[in-house]
């Protein structure tokens, strides 16, 4: 017996049998069993010639259902007919391994030929489960086989009704991708539940009418405002009405499995409608923002609401509440995402892991286009970022504003960004509800079951343009001639529940009928009251917060007793007594304590740490993190110290024992990173949450969270965030890139006190900074530009002293001239302030004082007080590092009347105005440096 007689997969199967002989519990089971009934004599195959193809004749089994099975053929001689049998079990074997071939087939490559496409335009594949690609034909097709380890199967079939069964699961209305999940349990399961099913939900007659009576409060509302409000941008989900009745069971079906929140991110297709009918919002107050009859209402403020946010408590036949948030959203597409996940994570922080759930709704373009997709998907699995699963749902209109599949991705399907995260993808034909009804329920138990993301990618099409003002037919003519001809989602369903004597006709024209009613009932009565409403105001555990204006006149205290401080700096050095810390590590945390304990100058690193040491002693919890947010990218943090024998982490500030401290190293991400910081704040106003940039011009990557998140959520959404952000920026030779975290971006989206700006000079600063963001009840988001020469500076230090009796100062006046003798007043911020007053002593020049502004925005009548030391006419100049059309010089200039008016003019001693941030040479730096500083001190 030749093994390659049996073609390719001979040698394999030979080798599975002989490990099976040895040991029958090591193979897969499905083999197991087809060895066991070979043993038992119950396995009927063919022998094979060299090609692999069938050659001895069928003959009829009566045993099996008139089904054929291949007969042995005996002789009268015992060896040959041992022979044959032996070598018949071996050709038994192959046939089997040929169908399991097949089976596998339909697993892994079965969603290509599945019906998924409303439309009807099939996906073109390669014959892949075509019988002969196998080496099986159709006369094969009446053979039993076994079939066991197909779920819902008997343990024969033949290969006819083996076919069926896998093409009803994997080839009619979802097409899956599943068997990259790595984790075996996972895999089965899914396989089991999909294959007992044949991927089919089995629905009562009131889930039945329940999905109807969605899609028709889905289809019914479009309507209505396309027809009242003529014109009017909406975002329609016709097309995609199956979401509506999906998100409904989503919710249900999350709430059965123990899930008691769940945080939603989508764009704008399709958001009135889940706004109206998932979330329950007053269908009142759309009417009236579609009227938008109050223009006075909302000056300078607000968002359009497509983008409005939403909460409440929805009710499920479980009879438990589950908790749901429609986060708020910008118009950039898929930016939410990352900010859904934060707040989750918060959530579940307070809560159990699975307990809240992320539901993110993507469009099928932005989903493969945005790069923020990746980065978001990148942090499911990352201990500081992991939420327990997050359900993707794509409503694929198959179409992103004008542009087409195949011009919009290079893949087959718009979910394929996912594969790298191997977690499975369902694709279902969005005209067929109970279908998309079977995958939701797969999702959430997955999600639940295995805590990983799962995808729904929703095929379905695109009523009207992109908009409703939009027209189609300019660039997508064929497709919409064919989108012209359907009939509703709704339509094909009442037709199906119809003929499946379900309903009848009148019953579905009376769901229709009623809420037609509701919906004009309602807009009477929003004509006649006023339902134009800003957002839902922030309570639970916002309660004690407030945004607003800054009318922190006086600085909170935020100073700790010396004996506090120094018991806190002791704990700090406290280490595990196995534990073999770096040296050199050790020696700056043993320096630490010496410095608060003796009094002595500490430095950057020191003030930071007493801050968050202070906080967490104090019950609050911190969580920073950054791309080396646990060493520092500057090496002055080590919050986290390295074993030098075995690498494991140990956290002294996470083992004061009372508030939480985490500090992460984040992936190489800055909006996916950001993005998430900013939701995990939106969640834990209690708490300082600290996203650092490894060097502060990174920001830049997340511009779109700062501009349309941070610096206008209060403004927009009347959503408070006290999220803070350290950006080292300094100008020390390090090129056009590091040496700037562009003050002047921060410093153009500053208005209304909707953000903290603050460039500090001491470590006592940045611990009053850091304390004071969190003692006080008044939450903004705070930029720090973050030092790194200054870090080691030997003037930019502070003492326990200034901990302990200090406060905030917002302008740190000089403290070193008198300032009767003083003729000009240099004002600067930040770093340059350290080169300015060596200059001076080197220059011995008593009539300079050099004034600090620590906090750039929002400035207070605190400068005034510090000028009012000099006197009347004394110069005041402004001294930045930065170029002039950067920095904070632009601003300053247009906005210091309304503070120092009196005072005034200044002028301004800066770098000249320049298209990047710095050049690339230090000896070029260091020239200009020095320039800079002596026209300060000029005259
Ligand atoms: C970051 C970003 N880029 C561009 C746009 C403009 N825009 C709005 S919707 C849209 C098409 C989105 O297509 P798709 O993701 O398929 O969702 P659909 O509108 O089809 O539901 C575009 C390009 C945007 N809002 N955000």
Redesign the pocket.
């Given at each position: 017996m030749q093994f390659d007689d049996f073609g390719i997969n001979a040698g394999f199967v030979e080798d599975l049998h002989a490990q099976y002989l040895q040991a029958p519990g090591s193979v897969e089971e499905h083999w197991r069993k087809y060895f066991d009934a070979l043993k038992n004599g119950g396995a009927s195959t063919s022998p094979t010639g060299g090609n692999g193809a069938p050659v001895s004749t069928p003959a009829t089994n009566g045993a099996t259902n008139g089904a054929k099975a291949y007969s042995n053929g005996t002789n009268g001689n015992a060896v040959a007919a041992a022979v044959v049998a032996r070598e018949d079990r071996y050709s038994a074997a192959v046939m089997a391994s040929r169908v399991q071939q097949l089976v596998n087939a339909y697993r892994v490559r079965g969603h290509l030929f599945a019906r998924i496409d409303p439309l009807g335009q099939p996906p073109e594949a390669a014959p892949e489960l075509d019988l002969k690609n196998f080496d099986l034909s159709e006369a094969d097709l009446d053979v039993e086989f076994p079939s066991a380890s197909i779920g819902g199967m008997p343990a024969r079939a033949t290969l006819r009704q083996i076919i069926s069964h896998l093409s009803e699961t994997y080839c009619r209305s979802i097409g899956v991708e599943y068997t990259h999940v790595e984790e075996p349990e996972a895999r089965e399961w899914l396989q089991n539940a999909m294959e007992s099913s044949r991927n089919k939900a089995t629905l009562d007659n009131a889930e039945c009418v329940r999905i109807l009576k969605h899609l028709t409060d889905a289809e019914i509302f479009e309507q209505f405002v396309h027809k009242n409000f003529v014109g009017a941008k909406r975002f329609s989900c016709e097309g995609a009405e199956s979401m509506i009745a999906m998100l409904d069971l989503l919710i249900e079906y999350a709430g059965t499995s123990g899930c008691e929140e769940i945080v939603i991110g989508m764009?704008h297709?399709g958001r009135l409608n889940v706004l109206a009918n998932i979330l329950n919002k007053n269908v009142r107050e759309i009417f009236a923002a579609f009227r938008d009859s109050n223009p006075e209402r909302n000056l300078g403020r607000g968002d359009v609401k497509y983008h409005l946010g939403e909460s409440m408590d929805r009710p499920t036949a479980s009879g438990k509440l589950v908790h749901l948030t429609l986060a708020f959203n910008p118009?950039?597409?898929e930016f939410v995402n990352a900010v859904v996940e934060g707040r989750v994570r918060a959530k579940q922080d307070r809560r159990k892991r699975l307990n809240v759930m992320p539901l993110l709704i993507?469009?099928?373009?932005?989903?493969m286009g945005?790069g923020i997709i990746p980065e978001t998907l990148n942090l499911a699995g990352l201990e500081g970022y992991a939420t327990g699963g997050t359900v993707h749902l794509v409503?694929n209109?198959q179409?992103?504003?004008t542009t087409l599949p195949q011009d919009s991705r290079s893949t087959r399907y718009c979910t394929d960004i996912t594969r790298m995260m191997k977690v499975p993808v369902f694709h279902v034909n969005g005209e067929d509800p109970e279908a998309v009804i079977q995958t939701t329920r797969l999702a959430i138990e997955f999600r639940q079951k295995f805590g990983k993301d799962v995808v729904i990618d929703m095929l379905c099409y695109?009523k009207y343009g992109?908009n409703e003002g939009d027209e189609p037919r300019f660039t997508q003519p064929v497709m919409y001639k064919l989108i012209d001809k359907k009939p509703t989602v709704r339509e094909v369903y009442v037709k199906k529940l119809v003929e499946t004597n379900q309903i009848t006709q009148a019953q579905g024209d009376q769901l229709k009928a009623d809420r037609q009613a509701a919906l004009a009932l309602a807009l009477e009565e929003e004509k006649k009251g006023d339902f134009l409403k800003p957002p839902k105001a922030m309570g639970g555990v916002w309660a004690p917060y407030v945004g607003g204006a800054d009318k922190n006149v006086e600085e909170i205290a935020t100073k700790v007793p010396k004996e506090k401080l120094v018991e806190l700096a002791t704990k700090l050095t406290q280490l595990p007594a196995d534990f073999n810390a770096n040296a050199k590590v050790k020696k700056v945390i043993d320096d630490r304590r010496e410095h608060i304990t003796n009094g002595t100058p500490f430095d950057w690193g020191t003030g930071e740490a007493m801050a968050f040491a202070t906080l967490v002693g104090e019950g609050k919890s911190v969580r920073i993190t950054g791309q080396d947010a646990r060493r520092g990218t500057f090496t002055h943090r080590h919050a986290t110290l390295f074993d030098a024998v075995s690498g494991e982490r140990y956290t002294p500030l996470s083992n004061l024992g009372t508030g939480k401290f985490e500090v992460h190293d984040s992936p190489l991400s800055e909006a996916g990173v950001l993005g998430f910081e900013y939701g995990y704040s939106l969640d834990k106003p209690d708490s300082l949450v600290i996203w650092e940039a490894q060097f502060g011009d990174f920001a830049n990557g997340a511009q779109v969270i700062i501009d349309q998140f941070i610096a206008s959520g209060e403004d927009k959404w009347m959503r408070l965030s006290g999220l803070t952000l350290l950006l080292p920026h300094g100008y020390e030779g390090q090129g056009p890139e590091h040496s700037s975290a562009r003050i002047e971006r921060f410093m153009q989206l500053a208005a209304s006190d909707n953000i903290q700006i603050c460039n500090l000079t001491t470590p006592a600063q940045l611990f009053h900074c850091l304390r004071r963001q969190v003692i006080r009840p008044w939450r903004k988001p705070l930029v720090i530009f973050s030092p790194k020469s200054l870090l080691r500076h030997k003037e930019a230090v502070s003492t326990t002293d200034d901990l302990a009796n200090g406060k905030f100062q917002r302008v740190i006046a000089d403290p070193n001239v008198d300032s009767a003798k003083v003729s000009k007043v240099l004002i600067c911020t930040g770093k340059v302030y350290y080169d300015l007053y060596d200059a001076r002593k080197k220059l011995g020049r008593e009539d300079v004082a050099i004034v600090r502004l620590e906090q750039l925005y929002p400035l207070n009548a605190e400068i005034t007080n510090v000028l009012s030391a000099y006197k009347d006419g004394t110069r005041l100049v402004w001294v930045q590092e930065e170029p002039r059309n950067m920095g904070a010089w632009y601003w300053l200039n247009a906005n210091l009347e309304k503070t120092i008016g009196p005072r005034l003019p200044i002028s301004c001693v800066s770098r000249p105005g320049a298209a990047s941030p710095a050049t690339g040479s230090k000896a070029s730096h260091d020239l200009e440096q020095k320039r800079l500083i002596e026209e300060a001190f000029a005259g």
């Open positions: 764009a297709r118009s950039h597409l993507h469009g099928d373009a932005a989903f945005q409503v209109n179409i992103g504003f695109r992109h």
